[in-house]
């Protein structure tokens, strides 16, 4: 039996959860302690057993009034692609105009996610 301490981010509650994982044979038992609300319960299951994470960052732009545009992925991605995802994010270059929600990378490091941006970077 494994135990862990989080804080939840699901409301703004920030509850303390405590998460017992028991596993046996391939079933693997989460029992999530100190929730107020259904949100909890969820992102304590989630986390100890397939944690994720939205990646934000920037891009340069080229023909930009800005030199960069900020970033981030369209969904959350497993914790554990962050470091292949930032190495697309860092060999990227846009051309200006960016808006906001333009696709600038497909499939960011094998994730099956798109980065998009999250500001508006009209041309010089």
């Known amino acids: 039996m494994d135990k862990q301490e989080l804080t939840c981010i699901g409301c703004p ?4 959860l405590s998460v017992e994982i028991t596993e ?7 029992i999530i302690k100190g929730n107020s ?3 909890g319960a969820e992102y304590g ?17 080229e023909g ?6 900020s970033v981030k992925t369209k969904a959350d991605i497993p914790k554990k692609l962050i ?3 930032m190495k ?3 060999s990227a270059k846009v051309h200006a105009p960016v808006h906001i929600g333009d696709v600038l990378l497909t499939n960011a490091g094998g994730t099956g996610v798109d ?3 999250t500001k508006e970077v009209p041309s010089l």
Do not use: M, W, Y
């Open 83 to 85: 470091f292949e995802c």
């Open 13 to 16: 509650l920030g509850c303390q």
């Open 37 to 39: 609300c259904p949100k």
């Open 45 to 61: 299951k989630k986390e100890v057993i397939s944690p994720t994470r939205v990646v934000t960052s920037s891009i340069p732009v």
């Open 88 to 90: 697309d994010i860092h």
């Open 24 to 30: 046996t044979n391939e079933n693997i038992e989460v």
């Open 64 to 69: 930009g009034i800005f030199p960069r545009v």
């Open 115 to 117: 980065i998009i941006a």
